[in-house]
């Protein structure tokens, strides 16, 4: 596995049974109604903006705006550090294609907030770490449940509690 998706980078800090799940292929995603919700407030939600621009068929970006600042659309805060990672991973993976992006903004519509996420130096070591680690994940057994309030609402819940 060479290619690592920015929805792998979220799934890392949401729990690593979910990620396991992804890099193995058994996606539950399609069926999920919160999952749903989140993609219709994504089509509704900046309609003017060229959206869903995917690179090398490894990172999917919302939609960059003005100033090559890149955008993610997130439904809630409720896994808040998964999107703040995910976009620094966006620019990482863009600086190392040579292209310079200065930031990233969350966009969370329907609480009609923003956040901005800047990539540091450290957090280029750390993102480095992560994908070693998923890496290995994809190569080890499947991980254990995680006992977290956000459980019960996951896409993947069904293959780990019942």
């Known amino acids: 596995m060479e290619r690592i998706t ?9 729990c690593k049974r979910k990620l396991w799940y992804f ?14 919700i989140g993609k219709l407030i994504d089509e509704k939600s900046y309609s003017r ?18 100033y090559n600042i ?14 703040e990672w995910q976009i ?19 966009d969370y519509p329907k609480l ?4 901005e996420v800047f990539l540091e130096k450290e957090d280029e070591i750390y993102i480095e770490k992560i994908i070693k680690e998923i890496k290995e994940l994809k190569e080890g057994t499947i991980p254990n449940q995680i006992s977290s309030k956000i459980c019960k609402k996951c896409a993947y819940y069904e293959l780990c509690y019942i």
């Not at 890149?70 to 439904?75: F, N």
């Open 88 to 106: 620094k991973y966006y620019i990482y993976y863009l600086r190392k294609k040579g292209v310079n992006i200065h930031k990233g903004i969350i």
């Open 23 to 36: 890099i193995h292929d058994i996606q539950m995603e399609k069926e999920n109604e919160d999952v749903q």
């Open 112 to 115: 009609r907030q923003r956040q």
């Open 6 to 14: 920015g929805t792998m980078i979220n799934y890392y800090f949401v």
């Open 70 to 83: 890149l955008h993610e659309v997130k439904k809630s805060k409720s896994i808040e550090e998964a999107g």
């Open 49 to 66: 903006e060229k959206k869903h621009i995917t690179i090398n068929n490894t990172i999917s970006v919302d939609f960059i705006g003005k």
